[in-house]
């Protein structure tokens, strides 16, 4: 079965640091570096947002919210996914999911529907 797991979630205090990680398991239709893959978050009462996809040719994309402080980027030769969060603020507070376009759906690389597989989140929260 396909899987996405997510870990490196933790409370920490803001100005801090985090490194998320995914790990990809149990795909059939495409090889792992051939998806697009993005961290996708969300706050409490808030719908998921995007905030970071990498494609298959290494383009990065990040919303406006968290350009310069997070990074995305992924070891296909691991099949796993990285987030690494610097500054970190207390609005970054969420649940952080790792998502896979492996059908090859296409579209804008932050928007959800693009997105077929999904993780099951790993929490981060930023303290004052």
């Known amino acids: 079965d396909e899987q996405l797991v997510e870990s490196g979630g933790d409370s920490v205090q803001a100005g801090g640091s985090l490194t998320l990680s995914c790990a990809a398991s149990g795909f059939m239709y495409h090889t792992y570096n051939t998806y697009c893959m993005a961290w996708f978050r969300q706050a409490p009462g808030q719908a998921r947002e995007g905030v970071a996809a990498?494609?298959?040719?290494?383009?990065?994309n990040y919303a406006d919210s968290v350009k310069g402080r997070f990074t995305i980027s992924r070891d296909n030769s691991k099949n796993t996914l990285y987030l690494e969060i610097h500054n970190l603020k207390p609005e970054d507070t969420g649940m952080y999911y790792c998502a896979a376009d492996a059908w090859g759906t296409g579209g804008t690389v932050l928007e959800r529907a693009r997105y077929n597989f999904w993780g099951q989140g790993t929490q981060v929260t930023v303290s004052p």
């Open positions: 990498i494609e298959s040719n290494g383009r990065t």
